[in-house]
């Protein structure tokens, strides 16, 4: 493909994008004021399950030594590398193993194959949002009421694409291209709300053709799977302060 | 996303996997033994047509210095870069510019904004095949006879995604996946897939919503875009052999 892009010099919407991968970017990361981090699978449902259960605050750290550090002086710590928990914590990247007592209004460490990689990666950049199926609906009307640029940054699998995560960023450019106040210009995002809408009326059966269940299915992780693709089961929006991640107050959510 | 990649170790099938721009090659490159560039606005469209008409060779160049040298010593050679043909050149990237008597039995240096860069990327990692839409059928069943593992890469838009090379890559993985004898393992490969089902019976119609619109309708490249979005115009298909493209004799695509 040719050509110079097109700017309408007329344009007075804000523009919503997807970046397929944090592998691109480097392509992207100078000319957005939100970036909402995306792992469905599991970080970023993983976040706001613990949110709506009452945790803190989450320190991502992107290293399991980071971690390790933490453990050390007395944090909750989570910490998964290729789907399993890391041994010596007690938690990994499962959403249920925060729906417990033990979190509520806790600090907890997390570092993630993917996700919290992201996280560090866009927090340079922007204001990091955490973004999941499940936060979905909150976030999409909490996001049209900002007045920024936003990227969607999937965290991908292995720095390549993944459905589940562009399905989820293709549900918030679907939302936000409609409130008539956003417009995007790039082919990702275009294609991530065509794929949305194909997957929107049953996103589990869709990713059934996907490589996330070969990956996933031999980890025994469908109780994870089934809650992560079920929008809107935890609304809250984890977003990124210094270096930690706390819950909007509710009543900014209305 | 989390999780090995689960590779069945009953698997005999070879592998089909889409790339979607030369950014992410680095993370394909090793694996795979023929690799088929797609530019279809318009490099490897102009390329399919230039064969299609009779060209015998074509010398792809990544520069337009080379291109010039090339020009000194006394080739045909064709120049794009955005858009538009290159200053002191005869030709750009306009198919129809190569459907005339004087390209007939000659050799051809072309250098263009992505699709020439794609090509020499590729080279040092596999057979290079050139796909576009205008070629599609015919590469279709001549890739379902090779037994190799295959790479579509696209050469995208500055190094991102889009839509219509996407499309073509979507084409050839649903062809070859429908033999039997391909299998996909990557989420890009099943989007690529799901891109084409939806975008097929009105490819025009659905690239309207796309980015190359916006870039390429102040061109006035309305005719190129229609001939390089109509499947199966120019039958041939291109080969690099050493640096040079041949077309494949008419013979071997029974």
Not at 117 to 140: D, H, M, P, R
Request: proline share 4%.
């Amino acid at each position: 493909m040719e050509g110079q892009a097109y700017i309408d010099p007329n344009e007075t919407r804000k523009r919503v994008e997807v970046c397929f991968s944090p592998y691109l970017f480097p392509l992207y990361k100078e000319e957005f004021e939100i970036i909402v981090v995306i792992d469905v699978l599991r970080a970023t449902s993983a976040i706001c399950a613990a949110f709506h259960y009452g945790v803190k605050e989450i320190i991502p750290v992107s290293t399991v030594e980071e971690a390790q550090e933490y453990q050390r002086r007395g944090f909750l710590v989570g910490a998964e590398r290729g789907g399993q928990i890391v041994d010596g914590f007690n938690f990994g990247n499962s959403p249920y193993a925060y729906m417990v007592p033990e979190v509520k209004d806790q600090t907890v460490v997390l570092t993630t194959t993917n996700g919290t990689k992201a996280i560090n990666l866009a927090k340079e950049c922007g204001q990091v949002v955490i973004g999941a199926l499940s936060n979905l609906e909150v976030l999409q009307n909490w996001l049209a009421k900002q007045d920024k640029n936003i990227l969607c940054l999937c965290s991908g699998w292995q720095n390549k694409f993944n459905l589940e995560d562009t399905i989820c960023a293709g549900a918030i450019c679907d939302h936000l291209l409609g409130t008539g106040k956003f417009h995007s210009v790039e082919d990702a995002s275009i294609a991530a709300k065509y794929l949305f809408l194909s997957a929107k009326d049953n996103i589990l059966g869709y990713l059934k053709a996907s490589s996330h269940r070969r990956r996933l299915k031999n980890l025994n992780l469908n109780i994870d799977i089934k809650y992560c693709l079920n929008p809107n089961q935890a609304p809250v929006i984890p977003i990124l302060q210094g270096d930690k991640l706390v819950a909007i107050e509710a009543d900014v959510l209305i």
